[in-house]
Structure formats: structure tokens, C-alpha cells
């Protein structure tokens, strides 16, 4: 019985940590002391910019040597930058039952002027009308005017959107006096109005 003492229980326990301490487990994780036992990356060159392109083109050329690899390499960047610049300009209409909005953009499809029939004031049932939507076309353009931007468009695409009473209104605007500057710049006309096909379940009808 002596052998099961508490004292010595206790003393057992004792010699047996100090003699196997326990594991502590490393603070770092294994994954990253197996990338950072990783070789090293070898420095990749940086990519040439447009402008070195340009220069090492420009210099083989004057030199008569064959960049026909210098031009493959870049052909595909030049080319987003000239289609770009052969885009026109957009003259969006968007007619709804209550409301016209026109905005014209730059050929990056950012606007250069967006305007609504309710910036003009017209109210409620007013900002839907023709005559609304007419002033609206006639004001943008006029902007245009003020903002030297007419001279910039060489190519005006004019998107329709919508069959409000705008549509013709602004149609209109344009084919008369005041759009006489900008009518010859239009080579196409787009109808962009949504269909819709399928989709969610429409709003009942009213009865009366």
C-alpha cells in the first residue's frame, strides 16, 4: 500500500516533467516556413509602356531594320486605342410615358450632358408631353453649342429608347433649324428599347 502513497504519485509526476517536456507547437504556420524555405523568384522585366513601344518602332524604322515583331506585339494595343478614336459620339434618347431624358457621350461613353424634362421645370403630367421633350432636345443642343463640343463630334450615332411622345419630339428637334449642325454628323440610328421576353409576372390590370 506504501507504493500508492499521494507523496509519491506526486513525485512521479513531477520526474516525469521534467524529463519529456511537452510539445509546444510553432507560432508560424507550416505553409508559410515552406514558402519562406522557397527559392527565391528571379526579377521579371517590367513591361515596356506605349510610349517606349512607340520610341523602339520609331528608331528601327530610321535604322531600315524589320519591326514587323515590334509591331505584332503591339498591334493589339494600338488597335483598342484607334477603335477608340474611329467611335462616335451617342445621342441618347430615352422617351417614357412621363418623362424624357436626353444625354449625349463622348465616343468612352462618358457624358458630356445629360438632361430631363423636369430639370427644364415642367411638373408631374408635364414633364411627359411633347412640348416638354421638344424643349429638352433643344436645349441639349444649344449646350453643345456654348461648350464648343459640336466641333469636337465628327461621327454622332443617336440611340432610341423608348416610345414616348419624346421619341419624335427630340427626332424632330434634330432634323429641324436647331440641329441643323449636328445632322450631317449622324451616321447611324439605333432603336435600343428593351423587350421583354419571359420574366417576372406583370402587374394586373385595373378594371373600371
Not at 66 to 92: C, R, W, Y
Not at 114 to 128: E, Q, W
Not at 148 to 153: L, P
Request: proline share 5%; charged share 25%; aromatic share 6%.
Amino acid at each position: 500500500m506504501s507504493r500508492f502513497l499521494p507523496s509519491r504519485l506526486l513525485a512521479q509526476n513531477a520526474l516525469q516533467t521534467a524529463s519529456k517536456p511537452r510539445f509546444v507547437a510553432p507560432s508560424v504556420p507550416r505553409w508559410t516556413r515552406l514558402f519562406s524555405q522557397s527559392p527565391a523568384r528571379p526579377n521579371l522585366p517590367e513591361r515596356p509602356t506605349m510610349e517606349q513601344l512607340a520610341r523602339t518602332v520609331a528608331t528601327n524604322s530610321s535604322e531600315g531594320g524589320n519591326n514587323a515583331g515590334i509591331k505584332s506585339d503591339i498591334g493589339s494595343t494600338l488597335q483598342v486605342d484607334l477603335d477608340i478614336e474611329d467611335e462616335p459620339h451617342h445621342f441618347h434618347i430615352f422617351s417614357m410615358r412621363h418623362n424624357t431624358h436626353v444625354t449625349v457621350t463622348k465616343p468612352n461613353r462618358d457624358a458630356i450632358i445629360s438632361i430631363s424634362s423636369g430639370n427644364l421645370g415642367f411638373k408631374n403630367s408635364a414633364r411627359g408631353t411633347y412640348d416638354a421633350a421638344y424643349q429638352v432636345g433643344a436645349y441639349v443642343i444649344d449646350k453643345l453649342h456654348q461648350m464648343g463640343e459640336v466641333k469636337n463630334i465628327h461621327k454622332l450615332e443617336v440611340v432610341l429608347r423608348g416610345f414616348g411622345q419624346g421619341r419624335e419630339a427630340v427626332v424632330k428637334v434634330l432634323l429641324g433649324n436647331e440641329g441643323k449642325a449636328l445632322r450631317d454628323k449622324i451616321i447611324r440610328v439605333a432603336d435600343s428599347t428593351r423587350l421583354k421576353i419571359g420574366g417576372t409576372r406583370s402587374k394586373n390590370p385595373r378594371r373600371l
